[in-house]
Nanobody, 114 residues
Framework: QVQLVESGGGLVQAGGSARLSCVAS????????MGWYRQGPGRQRGLVAE???????NYADFVQGRFTNSRDNANNAVYLQMNSLKPEDTGVYYCGAISGRMYWGPGTQVTVSS
């Protein structure tokens, strides 16, 4: 089964940027949808952005043009470029993939300080 590993989290000042990476242990071509999900303090995990094999993207309303989700099938990776970060963007960001079932990475913490 595919394994996903995120990287790129950390402490960022409000208004700053961060780039998250998710690398899969095998080809992602068969992973129909890959995406990023966030669990903020005291909140349930929810969708941030997702991208299909063909490159179609979908973003949560709160993204408001600040984030860009991209996919590199050749390198088995997806990325989330986050700009204009806000304190409410703080949370654990998980990479997820759908292929018959849902696969999750262990998550990476992003903390946005005001």
């Amino acid at each position: 089964q595919v394994q996903l590993v995120e990287s790129g989290g950390g402490l960022v000042q409000a208004g700053g940027s961060a780039r998250l990476s998710c690398v899969a242990s095998e080809s992602i071509v068969s992973l129909v949808v890959m995406g990023w999900y966030r669990q903020g303090p005291g909140r349930q995990r929810g969708l941030v952005a997702e991208i299909t094999t063909g490159g179609t993207t979908n973003y949560a309303d709160f993204v408001q043009g600040r984030f860009t989700n991209s996919r590199d099938n050749a390198n088995n990776a997806v990325y989330l470029q986050m700009n204009s970060l806000k304190p409410e963007d703080t949370g654990v960001y998980y990479c997820g993939a759908i292929s018959g079932r849902m696969y999750w990475g262990p998550g990476t913490q992003v903390t946005v300080s005001s």
